[in-house]
């Protein structure tokens, strides 16, 4: 076999075992035989790049070549459906049917699947387009962003399926997934993705498909669309589908009556709490297509479907309370207490108000009888007061107009929901979070210091603001109760210690609103050292890569606070870090000032990332899509077509790898 054939036979083969593993769950060989597959198949096609093919096993993985999403046209619309809440409303859809058809008729009960869907053409048995729904006429191309979807054929087995045809369905974070990626962006102190949904599609937007690869979303897909369908029968085209090497879920149910329709809502009632992804409701579909056809459309829905929605769990209790918490950044977020109550499995005491909003809304007094839900989110909340049951009315919930616990008048933010306490320097509990955060392991990684000693310490009076942790003697701590003289020594020892954090540590650790660990190392990389941070003009930030107008305001601001300046000096004088290490920048250069740079394809001597580090310690900064302002693209093999061909237009100049090198030196 030569190796364009093992290019070819690689490419089935990871085929047929990607659909064994995320199709089928069922895997015929190890991860690691897999990966040596891949890698395989991957280091061939860069020695072959003749042998591009846009379906390839490995653009599995990714890219970050990103261009902004193009809008395209969907052929079909994308309708919504109509919601139903009851039974008595889906007897009432089903005599309608039944009425308008004067026939005999099937029933295809799906489930309905709470994520983001997506429209997929298929031309000779290969994906071509993804389109998310968009306002339902155009959408997003997503397509290099859904290639990274392991249960989405890239090619069709078999050859039985039509030459073009359209096949719409769900994209899906599973649950595991959600919850991991929202602990891990609490522990970054990036905001949490409210429910699995909202993560789905915020993960299908993002503008590096690499990092779409890493958040593992699935899809389910139930609606196929064109003109040589190879059945007369909506379940029977989903069962080919299922055959071609769609996922099709296994739940999907063909009745023949409306007491089967029933027993088909009964069961996953229950049964839908199992289940691995989130769902909120049935679907049911009149199952022929010629049947689908005369019943035809209204404005926005088909006539022939519509769906049932799962009440979300939800129970009734006493508003005891209202409190409030301070965060980090100031946010007064108010808290219901409740009498406690069973919801979905889990005893619930407390309940989040958000803001002030919601209490106005409902026009809350102590002593309401209030319905609390718990959706996607994690948080249960308020949803609604049962008004009848109140008999005696208590105090109106008024939101507070001073901070709970440092008594600063609250202000909010035209146009925002929120209240914030002012007071960042004096109001204990921001003061006290701003401390953990500093310790924390992705900042300064103080490990002898967690949240109960910096209570205590700050209890104490011992610590008011990270600069003081480095003033601690010994003696400071001989008073403290629950420390004793070994655990003192360790966290004087440890703050030594840190004084080797290097500086972009330093600079997350400092706690900036929107500058979390990533966006930390951007700014140390590009700009070098602190003075050089707190000169930077609006447009110095942003012209660095992924920094836009809002982490700038943030930055300046942050600067501009005279406390945070003395702050600053004092961690300089305990001896932190606030400049790049030597190896870092003694390679730092100009020649790349003012450039703007386009990095696309493979390459051989250093990678995408290192190119993209070397081209910012140069002084250039990356873009990420091809414009008439962009310097040259820097081009490795198998540099995109698209880009090509805009680079051709715009007369933008291709820079091989050794030519940039060259340049460099
Ligand atoms: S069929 C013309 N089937 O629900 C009907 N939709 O409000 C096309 N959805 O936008 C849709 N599960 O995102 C269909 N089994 C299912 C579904 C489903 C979830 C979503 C879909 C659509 C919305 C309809």
């Not at 069922?26 to 597959?37: H, K, V």
């Not at 990626?181 to 503008?207: C, V």
């Not at 007369?232 to 296994?250: P, Q, T, V």
């Not at 008011?464 to 008073?479: I, P």
């Amino acid at each position: 076999m030569n190796e364009v054939e093992r290019i070819l036979e690689l490419r089935r083969q990871l085929h047929e075992h990607n659909h064994n593993y995320y199709v089928l769950s069922s895997p015929t060989i190890s991860d690691f035989e897999f990966d040596a597959l891949l890698r395989e198949l991957q280091s061939l096609e860069e020695a072959h790049p003749e042998m591009y093919d846009a379906t390839s096993p490995t653009l599995r993985v990714g890219s970050d070549i990103s261009k902004g999403f193009t809008q395209v046209p969907h052929k079909y619309p994308m309708l919504s459906l109509g919601n139903t809440y009851s039974k008595s409303e889906v007897a009432d859809f089903y005599e309608r049917v039944k009425r308008l058809l004067n026939d005999d008729f099937e029933i295809c009960c799906e489930l309905k699947f709470d994520g983001s869907s997506i429209s997929l053409t298929y031309k000779d048995g290969k994906l071509v387009q993804a389109v998310t729904r968009g306002d339902g006429e155009k959408g997003d191309d997503v397509t290099a962003n859904v290639k990274t979807i392991r249960s989405i054929p890239l090619v069709l087995k078999g050859d039985s399926y039509p030459r073009e045809f359209e096949i719409r369905g769900e994209i899906l974070m599973p649950w595991a997934v959600f919850e991991e990626l929202n602990q891990s962006r609490e522990k970054q102190g990036e905001p949490l993705f409210a429910n699995p949904r909202n993560a789905a599609s915020g993960t299908l937007k993002l503008m590096d498909s690499s990092e779409v690869a890493k958040r593992k979303l699935d899809a389910y897909l139930y609606y196929m669309l064109g003109e040589e369908l190879p059945a007369e029968g909506h379940y029977e085209n989903l069962m080919a589908a299922r055959e071609w090497g769609f996922k099709i879920s296994e739940t999907t149910r063909k009745c023949h009556t409306l007491d089967e329709v029933f027993a088909f809502i009964d069961h996953f009632d229950q049964a839908r709490k199992e289940l691995p992804v989130a769902t909120d409701g049935i679907v049911l579909k009149v199952n022929s297509l010629r049947q689908q056809k005369n019943l035809g459309y209204t404005a926005k829905s088909p006539r022939w479907a519509i769906a049932y929605k799962f009440q979300a769990e939800r129970a009734l209790t006493r508003l005891n309370e209202v409190t409030y918490q301070v965060g980090r950044t100031g946010v007064v977020t108010p808290v219901a207490n409740l009498d406690p109550i069973l919801l979905s499995g889990t005893i619930v005491k407390r309940a989040s108000l958000h803001n002030a909003d919601i209490i106005e809304k409902y026009d809350l007094h102590i002593g309401d009888m209030v319905y609390i839900e718990k959706g996607g989110e994690i948080i249960p909340k308020i949803t609604g007061v049962d008004t009848d049951a109140r008999f005696m009315l208590g105090d109106k919930v008024r939101f507070i107009t001073n901070c709970p616990v440092c008594g600063t008048p609250l202000v909010r933010a035209e146009g925002e929901a929120a209240h914030y306490c002012p007071n960042e320097f004096g109001c204990a509990p921001q003061m006290r979070t701003k401390i953990e955060h500093f310790v924390s392991r992705e900042a300064m990684n103080i490990e002898t210091i967690g949240p109960e000693t910096v209570e205590l310490l700050f209890n104490y009076g011992l610590i008011k603001n990270v600069a003081d942790l480095y003033s601690l003697q010994m003696e400071d701590f001989m008073f403290l109760p629950r420390l004793g003289a070994k655990s003192a020594e360790n966290v004087v020892a440890a703050l030594a210690q840190s004084r080797q954090v290097p500086f972009e540590r330093v600079l997350f650790a400092l706690g900036i609103r929107y500058v979390g660990a990533t966006v930390a190392k951007r700014l140390a990389r590009a700009f070098g050292d602190i003075d050089s941070l707190i000169a930077a003009t609006i447009p110095q930030l942003t012209a660095v890569d992924e920094i836009g107008e809002r982490i700038a305001t943030s930055v300046k601001a942050y600067f501009e606070k005279p406390a945070n300046m003395e702050l600053v000096a004092r961690l300089r004088e305990a001896g932190l870090k606030f400049r790049l290490e030597e190896e870092v920048t003694s390679n730092r250069t100009d020649i790349l000032a003012g450039k703007s740079i386009v990095i696309s394809g493979v390459f051989t001597h250093h990678s995408r990332d290192e190119y993209k580090e070397i081209i910012e310690q140069n002084g250039g900064k990356n873009v990420s899509s091809v414009s008439k302002s962009t310097s040259f693209i820097l081009a490795g093999e198998n540099m995109g077509p698209s880009k090509l061909e805009k680079a051709q237009k715009l007369n933008v100049k291709v820079m091989s790898e050794d030519e940039f090198l060259a340049l460099l030196s």
